[in-house]
């Protein structure tokens, strides 16, 4: 049984004394179409970063952010769609979920599995939020290349990337808690 035929069973269950297994209105999507495809149900047994999570999401987010950044500059600018890479990650999770060892070997003192489970929702949701990211344009980067097309100043590798790395530092340290 995958995880969609088991989260669509769960929530056809209804229980009265269990208060988590009923849909709290607040909670529910108010569009049809949404409520019947996505549940609003947790499975926190459900593994996230997994091998296969952290492989493709680290792929997909090199592969975008060097594309991405190489068209930026183009007269006709063009960026990936992410849908387009939402699309394309979930077969390559699937093959790799059939594909990957699911026996665990032990490192030391802990038991590493590739293939701990079949590829899931949250796997998949957490690939599309590093692809996502990855996507967007370091503004920083505008600078080095004004300082070398408009200003005639070599600046170092170095340089650059600290200066990108240190601003995308203090944005997201600005949106977080």
Known sequence: M????????????????????NYIDSEQSSYEEIAGIVSNKDIPDMAIITFRSCLIGILFTALVSSLDQYLYYRTNSYALPQFVLLLLTYPLGRLLSWC??????????????????????????????????????????????????????????????????????MGYGAAGK
């Open 2 to 21: 995958t995880e969609v035929e088991e989260l669509r069973l769960n929530d056809n269950k209804s229980d009265s004394t269990n208060v988590k297994s």
């Open 100 to 169: 990957l060892p699911s026996k665990p070997f032990t490192i030391w003192k802990w038991k590493i599995s590739l293939n701990p489970c079949s590829f899931n929702i949250k796997e998949h949701a957490i690939i599309y939020i590093m692809i996502y990211i990855a996507s967007q344009t370091v503004a920083a980067i505008d600078i080095v290349v004004y300082k070398q097309a408009y200003e005639s100043a070599e600046t170092s590798f170095a340089w650059g990337i600290l200066l990108a790395l240190s601003s995308q530092m």
